[in-house]
């Protein structure tokens, strides 16, 4: 800020009127001796009061003036008032994220795949067993058809010990070994370990099974719940020897027939078993809450904490990925996180340093994340066998925040679309007090102020400003508006019509305003170290326009003291030479009561005298008051010097002009010897 000084206010008071002022007041202290005898008469006497050389160097006293061109011949000898303020660097330090984010999803186990069942057969099923009479037949004999009792085997899976299947095809195949033909009808039933049935005909043959050969039906599993250990259970008939005779002997007693069951492809929703591995794929996007588009961000401060509840009676592994969370290799963020069974975990990672990346085009931004749960093989085991449900659910929460919980996460650098980031700019003032206040109509004809920005950044900075000139009364204010600061051909900003701010003479010029980023549908760059400074500069030359009623305001004197009696009549005379653009019109004004002198007072004061200065002229000329005037001044306490100014063209300061003025008094003064001596 600046401390500007006045301008010496009794230099800029017309000399006319210091003159004059000098003369009526240094009068009254004046004593002369009267002779005491007649006769009575009037004495002249003259006197000198000054020589003055008055320059504008005087006038015009402060530190911010200078000199510049006045454009004639390029010397510098135009007064201008000139002045440069620092604005001081100011940077873009806005923090940039988004809010915290919390995702939660379930995956479900689904459809649980086991392994195939291997072919495996029952305990023979004896012919003596099942057609008893042959125990008392020996040699060739021909066996008659008959109906098989029901007769079961046992079997055992290796694989579970309950399942309920939801697809899955098993084969039931017979193996005839005895001596004659099985069937038809032959029918197969499914019961549990304590003769409950599970499948009601299994497998059923409308054709008889030749001896020593084979034949198989399929079971469809869908649907289908077993046991673990099942009873198969064959009902049906045979034709016997199909009226031929067979030899019968021990061999042929003890032959038999047996199944073998096998499976492929058995689905269960629900099982006791041993489970193979078993895969959960899943997808899905994360919102991003943020009015900032990101297409790469570097991550300051970013933590992601995953919990994890395994609700699968088995251990598993869960590899996560987020391909829109980077590293400066461009390696994607992954992570293989172990999952005891039945167990809850939370894994806390580090995103600082690592970049996002998203695209900018979307309304709403989102992160993809992959993730694949795969489970244990746990036949390996040592208790190989899990109970599992097609809905048992692993849970994951995703929790991403700042540098602690429920804060933001943050950017060191951000490459997208930006939302409007305002930087205000520090308050400039400067003090105008070198203007010369007394001048009323004195107009300038030009002013300059201009604003120099320098600025690091590489993309948009709009300015917004506004620069207000104050007095005690009015104001007016210029404004800029979306200037673009960092355009190289647009750096220098000048401010339009500045005279008009100076014109309403003011004590102080501020300016105030916003640099602004982001805000469009640009791509930029923000690394929040983003800075501008800049330089703030008034040049007012001292060349005016002066209006019809230009005047010089000046105060009002008080006169304390009486002129003698004996005084006849008081001439101030004036030599001048004026090389001033200006004439001034000087009027001595005097009245009893300083309020007279307003320019509403019904009461006119009294014109003790007038002169009238011409500029770039050298002339003479006096003031002259008679007795009368003086008589004025035994009542009036009050004077004021009326100043107007006027000029047919620009009026210049210059600081090769001078006002030079010679000046000296005469009195006549009566001698009266019957007036007593003062």
């Not at 058995?266 to 997808?283: F, G, H, L, T």
């Not at 997208?416 to 109509?441: H, V």
Request: net charge negative; glycine share 6%; hydrophobic share 40%.
């Amino acid at each position: 800020m600046f401390n500007c000084k006045n301008l010496n206010q009794n230099r800029i008071r017309t000399f006319g009127f210091s003159l004059f002022l000098f003369v009526i007041l240094t009068i009254p202290g004046c004593s002369l001796k009267i002779p005491s005898e007649e006769p009575t008469w009037v004495v002249s006497f003259d006197f000198p009061i000054a020589n003055e050389n008055i320059t504008m160097e005087e006038i015009l006293d402060d530190s911010l003036l200078t000199t510049i061109s006045s454009g004639e011949n390029g010397e510098p000898v135009l007064y201008a008032f000139q002045d440069t303020i620092t604005i001081e660097r100011q940077t873009f330090d806005d923090t940039i994220g988004f809010d915290p984010i919390k995702e939660f999803f379930s995956s479900e186990l689904d459809t649980i795949v086991l392994e195939n069942i291997e072919p495996s057969k029952t305990e023979a099923y004896r012919l003596d067993e099942i057609y008893p009479s042959i125990s008392g037949l020996s040699g060739n004999n021909i066996i008659p058809s008959f109906t098989l009792s029901p007769i079961s085997r046992n079997f055992t899976f290796d694989n579970f010990k309950s399942a309920d299947f939801s697809s899955g095809l098993m084969s039931l195949t017979i193996q005839n070994d005895m001596i004659i033909p099985l069937g038809y009808p032959l029918n197969i039933d499914l019961e549990d370990m304590n003769g409950n049935t599970l499948v009601y005909s299994a497998a059923t043959w409308d054709e008889e099974i030749a001896s020593n050969s084979s034949s198989s039906k399929t079971l469809n599993l869908s649907g289908i719940s077993l046991t673990g250990g099942i009873k198969i259970v064959v009902t049906g008939g045979s034709p016997g020897s199909n009226g031929s005779a067979v030899f019968v002997d021990d061999e042929s007693r003890s032959s038999s027939f047996t199944i073998e069951i096998s499976a492929e492809g058995p689905e269960v929703v629900s099982a006791i078993a041993k489970v193979p591995e078993q895969k959960i794929d899943n997808m899905g996007d994360i919102q991003i809450d943020s009015e900032d588009k990101v297409e790469r961000a570097k991550i300051d401060k970013g933590i992601i904490t995953i919990g994890i509840k395994n609700g699968l009676d088995l251990t598993a592994y869960l590899n996560l990925t987020i391909p829109s969370i980077q590293d400066d290799n461009g390696a994607i963020f992954s992570q293989l996180i172990e999952l005891p069974r039945k167990e809850e975990i939370i894994s806390i990672y580090n995103l600082n340093k690592r970049w996002l990346i998203l695209d900018a085009s979307m309304d709403i931004q989102e992160m993809t994340y992959y993730y694949e749960v795969v489970t244990e093989n746990s036949k390996n085991d040592m208790d190989p066998f899990r109970s599992v449900r097609s809905d048992d659910l692993v849970d994951v929460e995703i929790n991403l925040y700042g540098s602690g919980v429920g804060e933001q996460v943050t950017f060191s650098e951000i490459k997208g679309i930006l939302k409007a980031i305002e930087e205000p700019i520090k308050t400039i003032r400067q003090e105008i007090s070198s203007l010369p206040d007394e001048i009323n109509g004195m107009q300038f004809i030009e002013a300059e102020m201009k604003l120099l920005i320098d600025s690091n950044i590489e993309f948009p900075v709009k300015l917004d400003m506004d620069i207000v000139a104050f007095n005690n009364d009015t104001s007016a204010t210029r404004r800029i508006r979306g200037w673009n600061i960092t355009h190289p051909d647009s750096q220098v900003i000048t401010i339009l019509d500045a005279s008009e701010l100076i014109n309403i003479k003011p004590d102080s010029i501020v300016a105030f305003g916003k640099a602004i980023i982001g805000g469009t549908n640009d791509i930029v760059t923000y690394r929040g170290n983003e800075s501008f400074s800049g330089l703030f500069s008034i040049s007012v030359p001292f060349v005016f326009e002066l209006l019809e009623d230009a005047k010089i305001d000046l105060d009002i004197e008080k006169v304390d003291q009486n002129f003698p009696e004996d005084i006849e009549s008081i001439t101030l005379f004036i030599e001048y030479e004026n090389m001033f653009d200006f004439n001034a019109n000087i009027s001595v004004l005097s009245s009893t009561d300083p309020s007279h002198f307003e320019e509403d007072s019904p009461t006119v004061p009294n014109v003790l005298s007038s002169i009238t200065i011409q500029g770039n002229s050298t002339s003479a000329d006096s003031f002259y008051l008679d007795k009368t005037q003086i008589k004025l001044f035994d009542d009036i306490t009050f004077v004021k010097a009326k100043v107007f100014v006027s000029s047919e063209g620009q009026v210049k300061f210059l600081s090769t002009d001078s006002l030079k003025v010679s000046s000296y008094g005469s009195i006549n003064y009566l001698i009266d010897p019957d007036i007593n001596e003062n």
